[in-house]
């Protein structure tokens, strides 16, 4: 079995790079098999949110999985609705006992709300108190534009480990990235072999099918998949692609035993179009996704 390599966060502790991504609401039912699943086959990364709805189980395949809990990292996301002191405080509190865990590896603020950023801002603050009483390893954000981090670290004390943003090669967000360096902030990807691409009507950026990529999987016998996860790899971003097939669970895994030579990362690079299969993080609202957390 190849090992998945780790990353350092900015403050000190190490991640997975690699982790299972855990959103299909329509498959809640398969949720714990596919984290038993991943775990028995090496996975120590297991991504999920508030407003996935499948903590619950989540927490059902952590427990089943036999693995000590200072082996797993495990994430998760107050969603947008639960901004604010007290609302940020109960939602982790929610959180927590969903999952059955007595600690969150990594908490994430899930979007950022231009139209109320004064919320933003008081709920992370309330993640970095929970950082401070030790009941949280890590806090970071996800969706954050570089003018949002700006925008946070200019009222706020930490510097968000990490920022968990739509990324893969139709798009780059290689600005971003690079802000991202700058301040020693990990990115994280999701959806980062482009299923967004997959479910929409812009098929033909899906990088799954893009001529180039499917050249390089033939060049080196892998799939698509493995080539995109392992670009991702090679640019030092973390991803937590989502699968509940077995099959899929074991293949995304298996990335860490070869290397893309610098001219296969350099036209992987070139395939960039810019993008967003997601929503714009400049206009997203709770309402926008009517979603009712579990309390």
């Not at 855990?22 to 098999?33: F, H, I, K, P, Q």
């Not at 480990?161 to 301040?183: G, I």
Request: charged share 20%; hydrophobic share 45%.
């Amino acid at each position: 079995m190849n090992r998945i390599s780790n990353l350092t966060l900015n403050n000190g502790i190490t991640m997975p790079c690699l982790g299972l991504g855990v959103l299909d609401r329509a498959n809640r039912a398969s949720t714990a098999a596919a984290v038993e699943a991943a775990i028995a086959d090496g996975y120590r990364l297991i991504d999920t949110a508030a407003s996935y709805l499948n903590e619950r189980e989540v927490g059902e395949g952590l427990a089943r999985s036999g693995v000590a809990r200072a082996d797993l990292f495990v994430t998760t996301k107050v969603w947008m609705s639960d901004y604010g002191e007290e609302k940020t405080l109960h939602a982790y509190e929610a959180s927590l006992g969903r999952l059955g865990l007595d600690y969150i590896d990594l908490y994430l603020l899930h979007w950022p709300v231009p139209l109320d950023f004064e919320a933003t801002i008081a709920a992370y603050k309330v993640l970095e108190k929970l950082l401070a009483e030790g009941r949280v390893r890590a806090i970071g954000v996800s969706n954050f534009s570089a003018a949002h981090l700006e925008n946070l670290m200019a009222q706020t004390e930490i510097v968000p480990a990490v920022n968990q943003v739509e990324l893969n090669p139709s798009f780059q967000q290689k600005d971003l990235r690079a802000a991202h360096r700058k301040l020693g902030i990990v990115t994280q990807a999701w959806s980062p072999i482009g299923g967004g691409f997959r479910r929409s009507a812009d098929q033909g950026s899906d990088p799954i099918a893009d001529p180039v990529i499917a050249g390089l999987a033939q060049k080196h016998g892998r799939t698509a998949a493995q080539i995109i996860l392992r670009w991702h790899i090679q640019n030092g971003v973390s991803v937590v692609p989502k699968s509940f097939n077995p099959k899929r669970i074991v293949e995304n895994r298996n990335v860490f035993d070869f290397e893309l030579p610098a001219d296969d990362m350099a036209a992987i690079n070139a395939l960039d179009k810019g993008l967003r299969t997601g929503p714009d993080p400049e206009t997203t609202t709770a309402a926008a996704f009517d979603i009712a957390i579990e309390d």
